[in-house]
T-cell receptor
Framework: NAGVTQTPKFQVLKTGQSMTLQCAQD?????MYWYRQDPGMGLRLIYY???????DKGEVPNGYNVSRLNKREFSLRLESAAPSQTSVYFC???????????FGQGTRLTVV | QQQVKQSPQSLIVQKGGIPIINCAYE??????FPWYQQFPGKGPALLIA?????SEKKEGRFTISFNKSAKQFSLHIMDSQPGDSATYFC???????????FGAGTILRVKS
């Protein structure tokens, strides 16, 4: 089983450029999440989707948008990248009635 | 404002030692407290979790101690091994919310 797959693994953007981070899970999970990881800050929730067709803001949503394309896929879009968005981004998924989250391997994004 | 405070930031122990990582929380609505382990270049993975109706949970060499009145919980790693060297995150959630709030992380190094 692939679990949670994120693409790309690495990306460098110039300030003002846009891009979409892709995430897909093959575990038939209902809920999906986007986190960012920064040194000394732990993981902070950007957006989540409790179930297909719904999305909601997390702790740090500014500068991001999401789309729950179907049950398997949840994408994160940066419309106009800023250096403050340099981070490692993790997608995760979980079964609705249980809280254990399964994480992808991350996307390391650098905005210059 | 970090809802879950984790300490220390980093920890070095000798092989066979017992590293202890501590976390504290404020929100009394939290009812699920997992610990995640992350190796370099990988996403976090669930290590062990506890609910507030028990004071201790053991899984192999890993033990969570939970003090509900003090709103604190900790991870102990018995007979630590170099392979345990990783970053450890405590987290908390309200079960039905399916959203995890993470501590800042502890970088553990076990010297052989």
């Amino acid at each position: 089983n692939a679990g949670v797959t994120q693409t790309p693994k690495f990306q460098v953007l110039k300030t003002g450029q846009s891009m979409t981070l892709q995430c897909a899970q093959d575990m038939n999970h209902n809920s999906m999440y986007w986190y960012r990881q920064d040194p000394g800050m732990g993981l902070r929730l950007i957006y989540y989707s409790a179930s297909e067709g719904t999305t909601d803001k997390g702790e740090v949503p500014n500068g991001y948008n999401v789309s729950r394309l179907n049950k398997r896929e949840f994408s994160l879009r940066l419309e106009s990248a800023a250096p403050s968005q340099t981070s490692v981004y993790f997608c995760a998924s979980s079964i609705l009635t249980r809280v254990e989250a399964f994480f992808g391997q991350g996307t390391r994004l650098t905005v210059v | 404002q970090q809802q879950v405070k984790q300490s220390p930031q980093s920890l070095i122990v000798q092989k066979g030692g017992i590293p202890i990582i501590n976390c504290a929380y404020e929100n009394t609505a939290f009812d699920y407290f997992p610990w995640y382990q992350q190796f370099p270049g990988k996403g976090p993975a669930l290590l062990i979790a506890i609910r507030p109706d028990v004071s201790e949970k053991k899984e192999g060499r890993f033990t969570i101690s939970f003090n509900k009145s003090a709103k604190q919980f900790s991870l102990h790693i018995m007979d630590s091994q170099p392979g345990d060297s990783a970053t450890y995150f405590c987290a908390a959630s309200i079960q039905r919310g399916n959203k995890l709030v993470f501590g800042a992380g502890t970088i553990l190094r076990v010297k052989s």
